[in-house]
Structures are given as C-alpha cells and as structure tokens.
C-alpha cells in the first residue's frame, strides 16, 4: 500500500473515532457548548480559543462538565497529566473566556463497566442528559486506540489495596482517587477498581496506528434520557 494511501486512511479513521456511534453521545454531553452563545456583553469574548501546548484538547470544551459513575471497570495503561488548565467554551461574570485547571487522563481501554452511567446539564436548569446501562460488556477503547479525557477522578477505590480490613464495600467506600493519580503520572497504571466516580469536561479517541482497529466502543441496552423542567 502507498504511503499516501496509509495516511489518507489512517486520517480517515482518525476522524471516524471522533464520531464513533456512541462515544458520540459522551462527547456531546461534554462539548454541547463549542461554540458558546455571546450575548451583547459578551461579544468580545466570542473569540475564545483552546489553550496551546502539551496535554491540551484542541476543541473547546463545555463549561459544564460530564458526571461519570460505574460499580467497577478495569483500566488498562491508565496514565495522568496533573494539574493541567484548559479553556473551556463559557464566560465569566466579567465577560473572559472560562478556564480551569483538572487532569488529562489517557488509557488504552476500559473494561468490564458495570452500571455505568454518565449524565450533564446545561447549567440553567433547561435540561439534563443522561445515558445508562447495567451491561458488564461494556467497553470503551481498544488496543490501537488511545483515549484521553480532562476533567479529575473524584471517587475509585482499588480492591488489592484493602485486603485485610478495610474493604471497598465499606460504606463510604475508600478513596483512593489521590493514590491511582500519584502513581499513575510516573507509570501507566493497569487495575480493576471500583465505586468509580469522575467528572468529566472533555473526551477524545484517536489510532494510534495505521491499521484502524474494531470498534472500540461497546455500550449494550444503553438508555439516554432527556429531561427538562
């Protein structure tokens, strides 16, 4: 195969796992606002661009983030970016573009995902957005797939580390969302966890080779519900 023809099929899957048939609802739910509605006060600040440098999205992504739970899910060559600041597509009272500071997490797959469920608002209270499934054969990435998503891991608890008393049934669970961050900024970490908890303001996917793998996003009997007051 001519390299012309490697790079114009590995750009076309690069811009196909961008809308991958449900990754697309997980990034709609983060990104609802990339292009942010300016009022007349805000004109100025319509010009908002993503932040340059390493570890940044090259989008703007929603000022409201994504809230993401699962009972537990393995992880696969989890690694973190700590404390990188991002702009996000929103305003402050003042009329300048929105930025804060989070992580930016990169895996290759998540497995395993129980109960996992994912939801976000517009901020005002006109709707919520939320998608669920209750399938253990979910999966999110795939080997020849990187995934990396900003926002912090609230709550997980690791099961190897609460062998002898403490348990991850306790209730509350153990946090060990600190831990799992540390360790995974030096190496990639790879664990069953559970009692999951994150919030998200932005995920993307992308192959990391030439050859465009499966699928990489399995959410079975999944439910997406749209509410509004």
Request: aromatic share 6%; charged share 10%; hydrophobic share 40%.
């Amino acid at each position: 195969m001519k390299k012309a023809d490697v790079l114009k099929k590995h750009n076309a899957f690069r811009k196909h796992s961008l809308r991958l048939r449900t990754l697309v609802v997980a990034v709609s739910l983060t990104v609802i606002s990339v292009v942010p509605s300016a009022g007349t006060t805000h004109a100025v600040a319509a010009t908002c661009t993503p932040a340059t440098g390493s570890h940044q999205p090259d989008f703007l992504p929603s000022a409201h983030p994504m809230t993401i739970t699962a009972d537990s899910l393995t992880a696969d060559s989890l690694g973190t970016d700590q404390n990188v600041t991002i702009n996000l597509a929103g305003y402050d009272s003042a009329g300048a573009c929105l930025s804060k500071t989070m992580n930016h997490y990169t895996f290759v797959s998540l497995t395993g995902v129980t109960n996992l469920h994912l939801s976000t608002t517009d901020g005002a209270g006109a709707y919520t957005l939320s998608l669920a499934s209750a399938s253990s054969s979910m999966q999110l990435g795939a080997q020849g797939v990187t995934t990396d998503f900003w926002g912090n891991i609230t709550q997980v608890c690791v099961p190897w580390l609460h062998l002898i008393i403490i348990t991850c049934s306790s209730n509350p669970p153990p946090n060990d969302a600190g831990l799992v961050d540390a360790a995974s900024s030096f190496f990639n970490v790879s664990s069953t966890v559970k009692d999951f908890q994150a919030t998200v303001y932005a995920i993307r996917s992308y192959a990391t080779g030439t050859t465009p793998p499966p699928d990489p996003v399995q959410i079975p009997a999944a439910t997406l519900t749209v509410t509004s007051p």
